[in-house]
């Protein structure tokens, strides 16, 4: 599950003094041998055949639906990745170092989310709970009650555990990894229990798990078009609303597959720039 | 007073819906999983297939197809399954209909079953390239080398060799595989396959109880993937045998 997109990259040591300047040039030369050029060139000719023989004169016309759509999936995104990070740190440390009726909870919810498929777990949320609901006057009486009848506290609330659950188990294994003499040096400093997890234990877990939370943060950006099946309008069902309007079956469905890709390579871009500014030092 | 109607009068009442005879819905949830299953064990074995050709393409192949098999891999790991399985449910079996047809061949019905397996395939097939590619390389290379030097044909080296010395390091990845695909099953019921998840749904609209039937369908799942990882954790061990232990090398 882990590493999407994690393409094995050499770390490239920051030089002080510009030294291998004339490297540079011919790196350059070495990504794009002649068979690249022809593969980029075919990769153009399709885009441009694609953008001269299919039909996109429906654009504008939902321009404001797309946007509205990407507005959607990503507001999704960084509220259930920042909500579910927020859950999967007590996950990960009561499995980590808690007490037995801590960590077997802890285990188990993570076993469940992970075992269970997304679609079943945000449609017996959405349908299960919301069929309960409104059999009870005091929740139809409380003043959550407007939102509770919306589709989208449910697709956050589902796609919040999930990934939570997913990141309860990375977390459970950064805060396990991080080098016990680490925690007892900064218990010989008399540093209390929670400033020890605040200064020393949480960073560098943190830090072990950031090339797994980017992974995850992308498999996180994959299940936001399952809100879709539960009438939230995100990016993916406004494509799936135009192919209904209009009868096209590609064009869409391409488009969406473009812009998931550009988010997609935004947030691998985030995360890496978020992990330079780490100093690490390879042992 | 909608009580009675709308959650089944407690347990008993839970246990006639969910049984397999005919006033229960049982029966219908049984036969989804078996499809689910079916779905699953399909794909992750085309999967396999085109995962040992990608990894190969990957290591060993010349610059063109190493190139094709990373813009494959990365392009299937950056768009959502969901938005795959339209795309190659849809518009590939309408791609197939037109050339079938523009070769003057009738139009053909591609099988749910058929559709579900080559999709979720070739979605498996993406993430199996770089399980197996990993696994290659975990290799002690100077076996290969020792194969190579004793003139074996690449096949030959592939059966005896690689994929046998391999598998103890693509075990683990492939574990995690084939339970992302008995779950990526679930998403075939958006375009009305009518698995487990679909025949939860129906169950669940006509009787109204939504709780008890998903539920029941996640306790399915959940028991699919609880037996499935007992059983690929003793696979593991017996083709670790004789491997020095990985937490006492830590």
């Known amino acids: 599950m882990s590493n999407v997109l994690g393409e094995t990259e050499i770390e490239v040591p920051i030089e002080t003094f510009p030294i291998h300047k004339e490297k540079d040039a011919s790196s350059l030369a070495s990504k794009l041998p002649p068979h690249r050029i022809v593969l980029i060139l075919i990769g153009l000719a399709l885009v441009a055949s694609a953008a001269l023989f299919m039909r996109w004169d429906w654009l504008p016309q939902y321009g404001g639906l797309i946007l509205q759509g990407l507005w959607r999936t990503i507001w999704i995104l ?40 997304l679609l079943v777990q945000l449609w017996l949320l959405y349908y299960g709970l919301g069929s309960l609901f409104p059999q009870y006057p005091w ?14 506290p449910y697709a956050v609330l589902a796609l919040t555990l999930s990934y939570a659950g997913y990141e309860g188990e990375v977390m459970r294994g950064a805060f396990a990894g991080v080098p016990k003499g680490q925690l007892e040096s900064a218990r010989a400093f008399g540093m209390p229990r929670f400033t020890i997890f605040r200064r020393i234990w949480l960073p560098q877990a943190i830090h072990r798990a950031l090339p797994t939370l980017a992974g995850e943060a992308v498999l996180q950006l994959k299940s936001t078009p399952l809100v879709a099946t539960i009438t939230v309008v995100d990016l993916y069902s406004v494509a799936s609303r135009v192919r209904q309007d209009t009868f096209l079956t590609y064009e869409p469905l391409l488009l969406l597959a473009a812009g998931y890709l550009v988010i997609t390579g935004i947030i691998v871009m985030l995360f890496r720039r978020v992990e330079r500014l780490i100093p690490s030092k390879l042992g | 007073m909608a009580d009675a109607s709308i959650i089944p009068a407690g347990i008993t009442g839970m246990f006639d819906l969910l049984s397999p005879v005919a006033p229960g819905w049982g029966a ?25 050709f990608g990894s190969y393409a990957k290591l060993y192949g010349g610059p063109i197809a190493r190139d094709l098999a990373a813009i494959y891999t990365t392009l299937v790991r950056a768009i959502p399954e969901l938005v795959m399985i339209i795309l190659l449910y849809y518009a590939g079996t309408d791609l197939i209909n037109r050339i079938l047809e523009g070769m003057g061949y009738q139009r053909v019905d591609i099988s749910g079953l058929v ?25 002690p290379q100077g076996e290969i080398e020792a194969a190579r030097a004793y003139g074996m044909s690449p096949v030959l080296m592939m059966r005896r060799i690689t994929l046998p010395a391999m598998l103890p390091h693509a075990l683990p990845g492939l574990a995690n595989l084939w339970l992302i695909s008995t779950k990526d099953t679930a998403l075939l ?24 039937f998903y539920l029941a369908a996640g306790a399915l799942y959940l028991f699919v993937t609880l037996f499935s990882s007992v059983i690929l954790e003793s696979v593991e061990k017996r083709a670790r045998r004789g491997m020095p232990s990985v937490k006492e090398a830590r």
Do not use: D
């Not at chain 2, 779905?39 to 040992?52: C, D, E, S, Y």
């Not at chain 2, 998840?197 to 709780?211: I, N, P, S, V």
């Open chain 2, 115 to 139: 559709a579900g397996i080559v999709v979720l395939g070739f979605v498996q097939g993406a993430y199996a390239t770089e399980v197996l590619r990993g696994a290659i390389k975990a290799i």
């Open chain 1, 78 to 117: 960084v509220v259930t990745v920042v909500l579910g990070f927020l859950l999967a740190v007590p996950l990960g440390l009561a499995q980590a170092s808690g007490p037995a009726f801590l960590a077997i909870p802890a285990r188990a919810f993570c076993t469940v989310i992970r075992g269970t498929p």
């Open chain 2, 28 to 52: 219908n949830l049984l036969r989804g999983l078996v499809r689910s299953l079916q779905i699953a064990f399909g794909a992750f074995g085309m999967g396999l297939i085109i995962g040992t």
């Open chain 1, 139 to 152: 929740i139809r009486g409380s003043e959550l009650w407007p939102y509770l009848r919306q589709a989208w």
């Open chain 2, 189 to 212: 019921a958006v375009v009305g396959f009518s698995e487990l998840t679909l025949e939860t749904r129906q169950a669940a609209g006509t009787t109204k109880a939504y709780m008890t």
